[in-house]
């Protein structure tokens, strides 16, 4: 697979190409979104702050992963979120998403994380199944407890 081999953690330079990616995502499922600038600015301050790892895929690229972690009471490593993952319409379905996952994990087990969750929605059937396919549950307790809900709210 050749989208395994451009994957790569992105840096400050990329902030706008990651604004791009990020403006298309949420333009796609019809989620407001602040101007590309703006975002690309604020990836920018993530990237140089620490507060979020992205990952890239391909030259252009088609697609991104965002990474969050956070201290645990937990475990005594770090949390990591899942924050965002979106590959481009047009290169779904050749293993991209898959390796954007597996950088992210990775990058969240190199960082000393110990955990990671994530959210989607209920009708992204393909994500669920890709998740899943990866060993992530919604389940309580494991595969056979109650369904695990995110709720959301603006402050």
């Known amino acids: 697979m050749g989208e395994a081999k451009s994957i790569r953690i992105a840096g400050e330079q990329d902030a706008a190409e990651l604004a791009r990616l990020f403006t298309d995502f949420n333009h796609e499922f019809d989620e407001p979104t602040p101007d590309p600038v703006v975002i690309a600015g604020r990836i920018g301050e993530h990237i140089r702050e620490g ?9 252009r690229p088609d697609g ?40 992210s994990i990775e990058a969240a087990r190199r960082a000393g994380a110990e955990w990671m ?3 989607t929605s209920e009708d992204d059937t393909a994500a669920r ?27």
């Open 117 to 119: 969750d994530l959210g």
């Open 64 to 103: 991104f992963s965002q990474l969050r972690l956070r201290p645990s009471l937990y475990v005594a490593g770090l949390e990591a979120h899942l924050q965002e993952l979106y590959v481009v319409p047009d290169r779904r379905g050749h293993g991209i998403g898959r390796a954007l996952l597996e950088a």
């Open 51 to 59: 507060h979020s790892t992205f990952v890239l895929a391909g030259e």
């Open 129 to 155: 199944g890709l998740y899943e396919s990866a060993g992530f549950t919604n389940r309580e307790g494991g595969r056979e407890g109650p369904v695990m809900y995110v709720y959301e709210r603006d402050l």
